[in-house]
């Protein structure tokens, strides 16, 4: 079993910043390839971004590709998703999501995920 929790969501205006960390409770961290996820209000859940399991390969939406940033630090069990240039259209709850090394942009190919972070961008 892996427990996620995220945090370092909140409220900030558009053109702003924010960065997301996601610590992983698992003695076997760098076997799983790490997404991020959003949801937006009314909206279905959609992929962020993923790092596979060294970190040395990653994967981007094109609605935030150039502005955000995942990485991770398999010594500290840890995944972080750096948020720049932040839109309105960025307000989400925000989930880190753990799955096996083949896993892709599709959520069902996650095994588990955390609670999720509010991020607010405010026009």
């Known amino acids: 079993q892996v427990q996620l929790v995220e945090s370092g969501g909140g409220l900030v205006q558009a053109g702003g910043s924010l960065r997301l960390s996601c610590k992983a409770s698992t003695r076997t961290f760098s076997w799983f390839t790490m997404g991020w996820f959003r949801q937006g209000p009314g909206k279905e859940r959609e992929f962020v971004a993923r790092a596979d399991r060294s970190g040395g390969t990653t994967y981007y939406a094109d609605s935030v590709k150039g502005r955000f940033t995942i990485s991770r630090d398999n010594a500290k069990n840890t995944v972080s998703l750096q948020m720049n240039s932040l839109k309105p259209e960025d307000t989400a709850v925000y989930s880190c999501?753990?799955?096996?090394?083949?896993?892709?942009?599709?959520?069902?190919?996650?095994?588990?995920w955390g609670q999720g972070t509010q991020v607010t961008v405010s026009s």
């Open positions: 999501a753990a799955g096996p090394g083949i896993a892709t942009d599709k959520a069902h190919d996650y095994d588990y």
